[in-house]
């Protein structure tokens, strides 16, 4: 399997607070990673960190072996390559769903509505969104913003997904509809990051998972090990909590 | 069949709109009564509210007001485009665009900072006294120009309100499908920003209608001076009341437009 992402000791403090203490992360092409952890325990910094949402301080990320998180790098073209989704969906309020997919491809690509629309369509029919393209934001559930939120990212075919804890700003009955979605994208051999909360799901497609802790990947491995066998007491402390 | 609780409703409503109807009748009775007896009241009413003078006057001054309507007009969306672009150069964040934002900064400060009529005296009175030629030399342009120069500084801060107040995570998303800064701004943030702040720039436009007025000091005859001429003609106020009139009929129903937009706003947000 060829290796796509790599995290080299990556570190991260707003002001005095330290939140990513030295992140080392490998992720081959169409893995799938989850991160666990507390809330805090450096998840979220870490994916915007990815996505060059955040300046790392130190260390280096690479993509495809190139590093990208050089100092003065134009972020724009990266950006591109990696989608990222958020847990309050972000959605753009003033525009319809379909204006929200367009939008990036329109002004990064050039491509006009036209030449998008086979495409755009197909996303939209794919997860089940067909009949609310036209919807404005407020006027769909949040299973079905999140679901226009993931479009919206791949619509910019992106090479990698982050994902961050897509699931946890959604009531309990909506959150399946989801999660098909992210089963999808992997059979499609999509390479992800996720931060999730959720550990069923989390066991049941991870390739590795990683436990955070205090801004260090504490224990990392296969999913059954983790959730199986985990060998660091705090591992264990917090799955006991969660589970 | 109305249910207790309906039943009680209804007739509490009754009684406070029984009493509220009440307690209005009384308060006008008792003014319309007690404004009479004052001492200057006859002299008051001959000299502000003659009748047969408001009548003469009336048609020459809505004559006049087109004129502050038009002067409205064209600043109207001067001010919406220089304010806009003058809130855009406050929020430059580039290093080679801090001149710019150093500019932003400034104009507002200086323009908010002198009442709108020494604004108005200074390039409606100085500006033509360059000795330029026609129509360079008209009042209509540089008393225009003051009021644009003016309230696009406030409208601009309005704008930057706006611009601030779109949360952070609108910017980031944005900024995480590979867009540019300026299409951020231009597609995400503005468009929201915009519609955020329209009921205050209405408040703004409604100020303007009436801050048209103050070009009447260097030249131009429109509604208030027309009105100071007729007061000087029949020595009589009741011109002045005439053009308020005027006035009211125009701002009152745009501030209860800008009320409503801004309510339905708030029931929007909540």
Same mark, same amino acid.
């Given at each position: 399997?060829?290796?796509?992402?790599?995290?080299k000791n990556?570190?991260?403090s707003?002001?005095?607070?330290k939140?990513c203490?030295?992140?080392d992360l490998t992720v081959?092409?169409g893995e799938?990673?989850?991160?666990i952890?507390?809330?805090?325990?450096g998840?979220s910094t870490?994916l915007?960190?990815?996505?060059?949402?955040?300046?790392?301080?130190?260390?280096?990320?690479?993509?495809?072996?190139?590093?990208?998180s050089k100092?003065?790098?134009?972020p724009?073209?990266v950006?591109?390559?990696?989608?990222?989704v958020?847990?309050?969906?972000?959605?753009?309020p003033?525009?319809?769903?379909?204006?929200?997919?367009?939008?990036?491809?329109r002004?990064v690509?050039g491509?006009?509505?036209?030449?998008?629309?086979?495409?755009?369509e197909?996303?939209?029919?794919?997860?089940g969104?067909a009949?609310r393209m036209?919807?404005y934001p407020?006027?769909l559930?949040g299973g079905q913003?999140q679901r226009v939120?993931i479009?919206?990212?791949?619509?910019m075919e992106?090479?990698?997904m982050?994902l961050d804890e897509?699931?946890?700003a959604?009531?309990?009955?909506?959150?399946?509809e989801?999660l098909?979605?992210?089963r999808?994208?992997?059979?499609?051999g999509?390479?992800?990051?996720?931060?999730?909360?959720?550990?069923k799901f989390?066991?049941?497609?991870?390739d590795k998972v990683c436990?955070?802790?205090?801004?260090?990947i504490?224990?990392?491995?296969p999913?059954?090990q983790?959730?199986?066998a985990p060998?660091k007491?705090r591992?264990?402390?917090?799955?006991?909590?969660?589970l | 069949?109305?249910?207790p609780?309906?039943?009680?409703n209804?007739?509490?409503r009754?009684r406070?709109?029984?009493?509220a109807?009440a307690?209005?009748a009384?308060?006008i009775?008792?003014l319309?009564?007690?404004?009479?007896?004052?001492?200057?009241?006859?002299?008051v009413?001959k000299?502000?509210?003659?009748?047969?003078?408001f009548?003469k &006057?009336f048609?020459?001054?809505? +004559?006049?007001? /087109? #004129?502050d309507? %038009?002067?409205?007009?064209?600043?109207a969306p001067l001010?919406?485009l220089?304010?806009?672009?003058?809130?855009?150069?406050r929020d430059a964040r580039?290093p080679a665009?801090?001149?710019?934002?150093?500019f932003?900064?400034?104009?507002?400060d200086v323009?908010?900072?002198?009442?709108?009529?020494?604004i108005?005296?200074l390039?409606g009175?100085?500006?033509?006294?360059l000795?330029l030629p026609?129509?360079?030399?008209s009042?209509y342009?540089?008393?225009?120009l003051a009021?644009i120069?003016?309230?696009?500084?406030?409208v601009a801060e309005?704008?930057?309100s706006?611009?601030?107040?779109v949360h952070?995570?609108q910017?980031?998303?944005a900024?995480?499908?590979?867009? &540019?800064?300026w299409?951020?701004? +231009?597609d995400v /943030? #503005?468009?929201? %920003?915009?519609?955020?702040?329209a009921?205050?720039?209405?408040n703004m436009?409604?100020a303007?209608?009436?801050?048209?007025a103050l070009?009447?000091?260097?030249g131009?005859?429109?509604?208030?001076r027309?009105?100071g001429?007729?007061?000087?003609?029949y020595?009589?106020f009741?011109?002045?009341?005439?053009?308020?009139?005027?006035?009211?009929?125009?701002?009152?129903?745009?501030?209860r437009?800008a009320?409503r937009?801004?309510?339905?706003q708030?029931?929007q947000?909540?």
């Amino acid at each position: 399997m060829n290796e796509k992402l790599r995290l080299k000791n990556v570190h991260k403090s707003f002001g005095a607070q330290k939140v990513c203490h030295g992140i080392d992360l490998t992720v081959n092409e169409g893995e799938t990673i989850c991160l666990i952890g507390a809330s805090g325990s450096g998840k979220s910094t870490l994916l915007r960190c990815i996505n060059l949402l955040e300046d790392i301080d130190e260390g280096m990320i690479l993509l495809d072996g190139a590093d990208i998180s050089k100092p003065g790098l134009d972020p724009q073209p990266v950006r591109q390559r990696i989608g990222i989704v958020f847990q309050s969906f972000n959605l753009f309020p003033h525009m319809t769903a379909v204006e929200n997919v367009m939008l990036a491809p329109r002004r990064v690509h050039g491509l006009s509505r036209a030449e998008l629309r086979p495409r755009v369509e197909t996303l939209f029919e794919r997860f089940g969104l067909a009949d609310r393209m036209q919807s404005y934001p407020d006027q769909l559930s949040g299973g079905q913003q999140q679901r226009v939120a993931i479009v919206r990212a791949l619509a910019m075919e992106p090479e990698i997904m982050l994902l961050d804890e897509i699931t946890s700003a959604l009531d309990p009955e909506l959150v399946g509809e989801v999660l098909d979605v992210l089963r999808q994208l992997r059979q499609q051999g999509m390479t992800m990051i996720l931060a999730t909360h959720e550990m069923k799901f989390a066991r049941e497609v991870a390739d590795k998972v990683c436990f955070l802790d205090k801004g260090v990947i504490l224990e990392e491995g296969p999913a059954e090990q983790i959730f199986g066998a985990p060998e660091k007491n705090r591992t264990r402390d917090f799955l006991r909590r969660v589970l | 069949m109305l249910t207790p609780r309906q039943d009680y409703n209804r007739r509490a409503r009754r009684r406070s709109i029984f009493i509220a109807a009440a307690s209005t009748a009384a308060a006008i009775s008792l003014l319309l009564l007690l404004i009479p007896l004052s001492p200057g009241w006859a002299a008051v009413q001959k000299s502000f509210f003659n009748a047969e003078i408001f009548a003469k &006057s009336f048609p020459v001054l809505l +004559r006049a007001f /087109v #004129l502050d309507v %038009a002067i409205f007009l064209w600043c109207a969306p001067l001010i919406a485009l220089w304010g806009l672009a003058i809130a855009l150069c406050r929020d430059a964040r580039a290093p080679a665009l801090y001149p710019l934002r150093l500019f932003g900064a400034l104009y507002t400060d200086v323009f908010r900072g002198v009442p709108v009529i020494l604004i108005v005296y200074l390039i409606g009175f100085g500006v033509p006294g360059l000795g330029l030629p026609r129509p360079w030399n008209s009042p209509y342009i540089w008393g225009s120009l003051a009021l644009i120069l003016t309230y696009s500084a406030y409208v601009a801060e309005i704008f930057r309100s706006g611009i601030d107040s779109v949360h952070a995570s609108q910017r980031s998303a944005a900024a995480s499908l590979g867009l &540019s800064d300026w299409h951020v701004m +231009r597609d995400v /943030v #503005l468009p929201q %920003a915009v519609r955020r702040v329209a009921p205050a720039n209405m408040n703004m436009l409604i100020a303007l209608q009436k801050d048209v007025a103050l070009l009447s000091f260097i030249g131009p005859v429109e509604i208030l001076r027309q009105a100071g001429v007729y007061k000087s003609l029949y020595a009589n106020f009741t011109p002045y009341v005439a053009a308020a009139v005027i006035f009211l009929v125009v701002t009152i129903p745009a501030t209860r437009f800008a009320d409503r937009m801004l309510a339905r706003q708030q029931k929007q947000r909540s």
